[in-house]
């Protein structure tokens, strides 16, 4: 399982397999909506960075399959513990495009109170963690909760999504060590885009599959095509009955690659070539997974350019009412550092409410984050 | 002379120094055929090749632990932290292992090593792209801290860094990476001594103390005070540990009147020690308590980080509470 690529759709949409996922028509438009939303998403805020409208954007163009298919394998009960670079799974669970744009755009009604940098997401009542920048560090966390649900006995299983990059975090290790040792419901999903900003996977790694990695600690490892919607979508119900039945955690290695740039700091251009893209390009998991639909004459041509049409209308839309909301308010600043806000913290909010607007600098964007 | 910015300053010097030195070593994310993220890194990769500006994989404490090996084999390993937010996985290997080498092994054992990184707000960076952590070093040890604010110091304090012979967190200001420019020495001998305080701008009213990029703030600050007949020293401390005690403590005899400015989050933070020292010892000389002007103790925000970050006219707030301080 951990050198064979495991895929069903063949790259013009036909079903190699027999056993092909038994997922509903409703389900199999649902994830083509969900990718083409997230694209469009993507799309959009990329838009609005360029325009300078929000300071910084991490497109996830091409990894739409990786991270849809394997969230719908999942309950919304059970939790998820993600990077930076799976958009389209808040979309799956229902949040709304203007709450995610919300965020990008650091406004009052971002639900993090536009702390955080663009993309940093939290979405509590989706079973969504706070996002972090620091690689690696959610890969723990969904061991604990794994774990936490396994005491608890509530039969809930815990997600994490992380890079190839993020294999070579210590979290990683320590992550898949303690879910082996102790058997925890926790399904490790690497998005393996081959690229750590510059650094190819054959730097990053001495292995040949981020699978194999599994062996090491105790738990079965699937090479899956990542691009490929309805092979991630099976790998990760298997995994996810597997954690359910006291089987323990899986390591999925969804193999896939960065269309786009790291992020809207990035310039690929420095260091691998453009060809390489263009070929990555005709893998498209959308296009591909559209040739499935209309051979199974799911959808037609007109269906799926409407239904992209809608996406980027909505997408544009959501912008348009972002971008109208006010800024958080200044005495937020020191909100939520503590359940009861300390004295100390209390005196520096007086100070600086006795602060004249001229105390305030001017902030400069256009940095490589 | 050559006049460039912080960031070609630190190139230069990374690059004089790989010259001179077979033994320097570049380790880092992104920094061979990308250059480092800022660029810093620029070209040497080319000039070196893969074996002396090596691309590491993604894990700081990977980074750090495998320099410090390198460094007790005898050469002379200069990592890269890509922010020193990121620097965090690595805190075991600087404060376990780097920081008391010397001291735990009586000396027979040390590493000559330099991490470079890049530290402070300013460029809407959020949580994770802004932090300055100079006070978590500073609070250890064994370790040299560093801090430059000008090219020419910059270039010159790598330099003497790289050659000495303990280890170094060398903070790059990375709001004026680009922003700030001048004129610096092309002699590959040029050295600037480590644990020497600047002064930045002359002055017999008030004494600022700063380092970093808040160097620049205080000295706009300066510019704000002149306008009212106040003049101001800033104090450019230019290395954090060891603290050039004696220059602070002339300028605050001279001046009487005390304030230190730092990005970082205020409690325990290393203005806190600067005026304890000037507290200590030149209590008799000052005219006023000591002022701190510093960020909040909240996490480092997004939106309002405008908000969050010391302003010239914060530091000229207190500048002149200092100024009309009456016992
Ligand atoms: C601990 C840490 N070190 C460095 C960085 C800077 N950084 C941000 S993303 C990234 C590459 C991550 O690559 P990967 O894990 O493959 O995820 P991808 O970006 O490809 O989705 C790096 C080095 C960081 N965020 N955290
Ligand atoms: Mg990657």
Redesign the pocket.
């Known amino acids: 399982m951990t050198e064979q690529l495991l895929s069903v759709l063949g790259a013009d949409g036909a079903v190699k397999r027999k056993n092909r996922p038994s997922l509903t028509d409703e389900d199999l438009l649902l994830l083509h909506r969900i990718m083409v939303r997230t694209r469009a998403l993507d799309e959009r805020a990329m838009l609005l960075q360029r325009q300078g409208r929000i300071g910084f954007y991490?497109p996830?163009f091409g990894?739409e399959a990786a991270y849809v298919g394997s969230a719908l394998a999942l309950d919304g009960n059970d939790w998820i513990s993600q990077?930076?670079?799976q958009p389209g799974v808040a979309l799956l669970r229902g949040i709304t495009a203007e709450t995610m744009l919300d965020n990008c755009f650091g406004n009052a009604d971002d639900i993090a109170k536009g702390r955080q940098m663009p993309v940093h997401y939290s979405f509590r009542k989706a079973n969504m963690l706070s996002i972090?920048?620091?690689?690696?560090?959610q890969i723990v966390h969904a061991t604990g909760i794994a774990q936490a649900m396994k005491i608890r006995g509530d039969g809930g299983v815990c997600l994490t999504y992380?890079?190839?990059?993020?294999?070579?975090?210590n979290d990683f290790h320590t992550g898949l060590n303690f879910a082996g040792a102790w058997k925890s419901p926790c399904i490790f999903a690497c998005?393996?885009?081959?690229?750590?900003?510059s650094?190819p996977l054959e730097r990053?790694t001495g292995s040949k599959t981020i699978a194999e990695k599994s062996a090491a600690y105790g738990m079965p490892g699937v090479l899956v095509d990542g691009n490929d919607v309805l092979a991630v979508y099976e790998a990760t119900r298997k995994a996810v009955a597997r954690a359910r039945d006291g089987d323990g955690p899986t390591l999925l290695e969804f193999l896939s690659f960065?269309m786009g740039p790291?992020?809207s700091s990035d310039d690929p251009s420095r260091y691998r070539p453009g060809e390489l893209e263009a070929e990555w390009k005709k893998k498209d998991p959308i296009k591909r997974f559209e040739a499935f639909l209309t051979k199974e004459s799911l959808l037609d041509k007109e269906q799926i350019e409407a239904i992209h049409a809608e996406a980027e209308a909505e997408m544009s839309e959501a912008a348009k009412v972002s971008e109208k909301k006010p800024a958080p308010t200044i005495d937020s600043l020191f909100d939520d550092v503590y359940a009861d806000m300390p004295p100390h913290l209390a005196d520096q909010r007086e100070e600086l409410r006795g602060e004249g607007s001229d105390h305030r600098q001017d902030a400069d964007a256009a940095f490589p984050? | 002379m050559s006049t460039m910015t912080v960031l070609q300053a630190v190139t230069a010097a990374l690059e004089e120094e790989m010259a001179r030195d077979d033994d320097v070593v570049l380790l880092g994310?992104?920094i061979g055929i990308n250059g480092g993220?800022f660029r810093a890194t620029d070209g040497l990769a080319k000039r070196f090749g893969d074996d002396r500006v090596i691309d590491t994989p993604?894990?700081?404490s990977g980074i750090v632990g495998t320099a410090v090996g390198m460094a007790l084999y005898g050469l002379r390993p200069v990592p890269e932290?890509?922010?020193s937010?990121?620097i965090?996985?690595a805190f075991d290997q600087i404060v376990s292992e780097m920081a008391k080498m010397r001291y735990r092994s009586g000396g027979e054992f040390a590493c000559p090593m330099v991490i470079r990184t890049p530290y402070g707000g300013g460029i809407r960076g959020g949580h994770?792209h802004s932090q300055s952590p100079e006070a978590y070093f500073a609070h250890t040890p064994g370790l040299v801290v560093v801090v430059p604010a000008t090219p020419e110091d910059t270039k010159g304090l790598l330099k003497s860094c790289i050659r000495g012979d303990d280890p170094v967190i060398f903070l790059e200001p990375k709001r004026i990476y680009r922003t700030v420019k001048g004129e610096v020495p092309d002699d590959p001998e040029f050295l600037v001594p480590v644990g020497k305080a600047r002064t930045a701008r002359g002055g017999d009213d008030v004494t600022v103390v700063a380092w970093g990029a808040m160097v620049h703030t205080c000295l706009e600050a300066a510019q704000l005070a002149e306008k009212q007949g106040i003049e101001v020293e800033v104090i450019d401390v230019r290395t954090i540990l060891p603290l050039d005690e004696e220059a602070l403590l002339s300028s605050a005899r001279k001046t009487g009147k005390v304030v230190v400015a730092m990005e970082a989050t205020r409690t325990c933070g290393v203005a806190s020690e600067v005026s304890a020292i000037i507290a200590e010892k030149a209590i008799d000389s000052l005219q006023a308590p000591i002022v701190r002007i510093t960020g909040y103790d909240t996490p480092f925000p997004y939106t309002l980080e405008h908000v969050y970050m010391p302003s010239a006219h914060r530091v000229m707030a207190g500048i002149k509470k200092v100024v009309e301080f009456d016992f």
């Not at chain 1, 972090?132 to 560090?137: A, E, K, L, R």
């Not at chain 1, 393996?192 to 900003?197: F, T």
């Open positions: 991490v996830s990894e990077s930076y670079r972090s920048s620091p690689i690696g560090t992380f890079g190839d990059g993020g294999t070579s975090a998005i393996n885009n081959q690229w750590a900003i650094c990053q960065r790291h992020s984050l | 994310e992104d993220v993604l894990a700081e932290i890509q922010f937010d990121f965090f996985p994770y």
